[in-house]
T-cell receptor, first 108, second 112 residues
Framework: KNEVEQSPQNLTAQEGEFITINCSYS?????LHWLQQHPGGGIVSLFMLSSGKKKHGRLIATINIQEKHSSLHITASHPRDSAVYICAVEGGAQKLVFGQGTRLTINP | NAGVTQTPKFRILKIGQSMTLQCAQD?????MYWYRQDPGMGLKLIYYSVGAGITDKGEVPNGYNVSRSTTEDFPLRLELAAPSQTSVYFC???????????FGPGTRLTVL
């Protein structure tokens, strides 16, 4: 069993829909990261959180430490949101453990 | 600021050849990382460094070596390339031990 599991693996939606991507992990963590990988391959950090909720524009990330679960929400989705979204957890030392990613496609 | 830069962008190697993947950052970050990303798999940590002169192994270090002689540069050396090292390699850096990581654009390596 992977330490970090994301669901769904693939998600296709229509423009404007509300999107939820889930991340579950099995180890104790100090922080959880959400990353976005563009179709061209570049990776950018979206959020780093250790409790509660963070919001940036149309993106919202939440984490429930007790349930070892995090969600990434996108409101009013747009085709430019099409990307792979990656969850990573930070446990010991300086090491991130990554999920396999969720490929999101938003159709116009 | 250029952020994190990586060279080359693409490379094809023959089995047994060696090469160095270059990584540099201009943000004065102490922490630097090398990851590999295989198709359908999550990124895996190869090596990391917490400062100049200090490096340590990650999850998949076999077949690789690193050095960190300056804060800015963190090259990754492949000795005796094997087809299993075909992957996309990402370098990243962070300011804090537990902080946001900034990624380079990646190097796509094919070993034939």
């Amino acid at each position: 069993k992977n330490e970090v599991e994301q669901s769904p693996q693939n998600l296709t939606a229509q423009e404007g829909e509300f999107i939820t991507i889930n991340c579950s992990y099995s180890v104790g963590i100090s922080a959880l990261h959400w990353l976005q990988q563009h179709p061209g391959g570049g990776i950018v950090s979206l959020f780093m959180l250790s409790s509660g909720k963070k919001k940036h524009g149309r993106l919202i990330a939440t984490i429930n430490i007790q349930e070892k679960h995090s969600s990434l929400h996108i409101t009013a989705s747009h085709p430019r949101d099409s990307a792979v979204y990656i969850c990573a957890v930070e446990g010991g030392a300086q090491k991130l453990v990554f999920g396999q990613g969720t490929r999101l496609t938003i159709n116009p | 600021n250029a952020g994190v830069t990586q060279t080359p962008k693409f490379r094809i190697l023959k089995i047994g050849q060696s090469m160095t993947l270059q990584c540099a950052q201009d943000m004065n970050h102490n922490y630097m990382y090398w990851y590999r990303q295989d198709p359908g798999m999550g990124l895996k940590l190869i090596y990391y460094s917490v400062g100049a002169g200090i490096t340590d192994k990650g999850e998949v270090p076999n077949g690789y070596n690193v050095s960190r002689s300056t804060t800015e540069d963190f090259p990754l050396r492949l000795e005796l390339a094997a087809p299993s090292q075909t992957s996309v390699y990402f370098c990243a850096s962070s300011y804090l031990q537990h902080g946001e990581q900034f990624f380079g654009p990646g190097t796509r390596l094919t070993v034939l």
